[in-house]
């Protein structure tokens, strides 16, 4: 692994903890020796992208609460992550707003009555558009990954959709998979 690589698993980012750091992020990139921090540009009410509306399962054009956020790793942005509500679940509490979430948003999901059990992971390497390469400081020759989540409940009802994409040479995705 390069200096400049980072290692990153899902499964912290997708369970509700009732204990622990209050910013997960920040504390993993910690316990490595590193800075982590993340900013929220925005978070609104916004007409479904196709794409997410398919994934949760909505007709395109449908409400969703969004959240956007730019994650940095000692000072330098590492990805950029937009995460979608149903707005029937997010609209009026802390999902709809830019304040940090206590305990995070899977936690707050977890309080209002939504916990995820499943969750599908789709990973595709392709070049960013302007504004991703603007934001995760990249050169316009340089590849991103995407990851598109879909957490479901236990009814398989989706919670929410997740679209991060990170600079392709400083990322290694690991699964861990428990067989039986």
């Known amino acids: 692994m390069s200096a400049g690589e980072w290692v ?16 997960l992020w920040g504390a993993e990139a910690a316990a ?6 993340q900013r929220i540009v925005r978070a609104e009410e916004i007409a479904a992208p196709s ?20 994650m940095y790793l000692d000072d330098t942005p590492c990805e950029l992550t ?5 707005a029937h679940i997010a609209r009026g509490t802390r999902l709809a707003g830019t304040a940090k979430i206590p ?8 309080d209002l009555g939504h916990v995820g059990v499943r969750v599908r992971e789709d990973v595709i390497a392709r ?14 020759h340089e590849p991103v990954l995407q990851l598109t ?6 009814d398989d009802r989706p919670l929410q959709v997740d679209v991060i994409v990170m600079p392709a040479q400083r990322q290694r995705l690991r699964y861990e998979l428990r067989i039986g």
Do not use: C, H
């Open 149 to 154: 989540r879909l957490t479901l409940d236990g």
């Open 127 to 140: 070049m960013p558009n302007e504004e991703e390469q603007q934001t995760l400081q990249t050169g316009p």
């Open 51 to 70: 794409e997410v509306a398919e994934l949760l399962g909505t007709p395109a054009g449908e409400a969703v609460v969004v959240r956007r956020r730019i």
């Open 8 to 23: 990153s698993t899902s499964m912290p980012y997708v369970t509700p903890r009732d204990k622990g750091p209050s910013d």
């Open 103 to 110: 305990g995070g948003a899977v936690r707050l999901l977890a």
């Open 32 to 37: 490595k020796g590193r800075r982590g921090s």
């Open 82 to 86: 937009d995460t979608f509500y149903p």
